[in-house]
């Protein structure tokens, strides 16, 4: 009898733990978007934005000659198979958390708000992915002031800036969206980025670029936070910050 007693009791534990393993399976959230990471992409080592100045609206961005140059296409644009931008490489300004404005040439006119800003100018090849070397940007805080720079001083804190994706994307352009951002002061090891897609929930551990897949048609959102080892969102400036995007089918397609 006790052997018996005994015999129920294990038995009554093995399946209790399994069950609560089950459960546990069961409960986890599965991811509905697909991350990928990029492969390598054309390298433009020597890529470098020497200075730049503001003056009366214009800026003018003094670029290394070498290897890249503004609107000229990226050599694996065709492999990517991404979005691509039929002017060619250029620049990404960021003022602040505002959507970044792309510029082909080094010269330009764009109005900053007098006051006080952060400003992020990078290279991108032609589908927008950033070039990621100290050279090939520039990070700073400024004052504006009569649409001129009053003053600017480099970025000391840990700062993370949203490029992709941006605006609207049809047919094709649907099926793999790059997800790209720029980091500055900062590596990713104790400090990780967490991308918040329609409410999921995905940690990034790499500077790189991203295939996402999966996204449906219409308004989709994504927020990326700057958080440390212990997941607590960085207190710099701008953290976190969001972008809306739209999808859109091809209508050719549609008929």
């Not at 931008?85 to 010269?107: R, T």
């Not at 951002?181 to 991308?195: P, S």
Request: aromatic residues 10%; negative net charge.
């Amino acid at each position: 009898m006790k052997n018996l007693l005994l015999y129920c009791l294990v038995s009554l534990a093995f399946f209790s733990c399994k069950n609560e393993k089950n459960s546990q399976e069961v409960t986890e959230p599965a991811h509905v978007y697909t991350l990928t990471a990029f492969e390598p992409s054309a390298s433009f080592e020597d890529a470098a934005i020497n200075s730049y100045t503001y003056k009366d609206t214009l800026f003018d961005f003094k670029v290394a000659d070498g290897s890249y140059t503004l609107g000229a296409q990226t050599p694996d644009a065709p492999q990517k198979m991404c979005a691509n931008s039929g002017k060619g490489q250029h620049i990404h300004l960021i003022v602040d958390d505002k959507p970044y404005a792309a510029k082909y040439e080094s010269s330009f006119t764009h109005e900053v708000e007098d006051g006080e800003h952060y400003i992020l100018a990078f290279l991108s090849r032609s589908y927008h992915e950033s070039i990621k070397t100290e050279d090939a940007h520039t990070a700073q805080k400024v004052v504006v002031k009569n649409n001129s720079l009053d003053s600017a001083t480099d970025i000391k804190s840990p700062m993370l800036f949203y490029s992709r994706p941006k605006g609207t994307y049809v047919g094709q352009d649907t099926k793999k969206v790059m997800l790209d951002f720029y980091l500055v002061n900062t590596e990713l090891g104790d400090n990780k980025v967490i991308a918040d897609i329609n409410g999921e929930i995905q940690t990034l551990d790499s500077w790189q670029p991203y295939y996402i897949e999966g996204l449906p048609m219409g308004e989709n959102t994504i927020k990326l936070s700057l958080v440390d080892k212990d997941g607590k969102l960085v207190d710099t400036p701008l953290n976190p910050v969001s972008r809306t995007f739209t999808l859109k089918e091809d209508p050719i397609e549609e008929k």
